[in-house]
């Protein structure tokens, strides 16, 4: 018998190139009946090149499902339903990179 697929649509705000979204599309659960996943379906960045290349890479080219434009700017009635909400923020810090990622910090000189 074949397994049910259900897959979990992701939102990504500060999305940068797509390195969460790639990892959630790889990543997968599953117990005897059903197979669980991620599909990203929404990203945001404000940065053109990350941009093309979250949409080349993630959405197969679909401009569409990534607004390139500050947050301020995005109009949250637009973005489509999803189950799963993400982001990455960066910050400087004494010329130093803190990056989030979830409740995971880095430091990078």
């Known amino acids: 018998m074949k397994k049910k697929e259900i897959k979990f649509k992701l939102?990504?705000?500060?999305?940068?190139?797509?390195?969460?979204?790639l990892g959630a599309i790889r990543s997968f659960a599953e117990n005897k009946n059903t197979i669980y996943g991620i599909e990203p379906v929404w990203a945001n960045d404000y940065d053109a090149d990350t941009c093309k290349t979250y949409t080349r890479n993630i959405?197969?080219?679909?401009?569409?499902?990534?607004?390139?434009?500050?947050?301020?700017e995005i109009d949250f009635k637009k973005v489509p339903k999803f189950d799963v909400p993400a982001m990455t923020l960066v910050w400087l810090v004494n010329r130093k990179v803190l990056m989030e990622s979830s409740a995971l910090f880095t430091l990078m000189e």
């Not at 939102?11 to 979204?21: K, N, R, T, V």
């Not at 959405?59 to 301020?72: D, F, L, Y």
Request: with cysteine.
């Open 59 to 72: 959405h197969n080219g679909n401009e569409k499902s990534v607004v390139c434009a500050p947050v301020q």
């Open 11 to 21: 939102a990504e705000l500060f999305s940068g190139p797509g390195g969460l979204a």
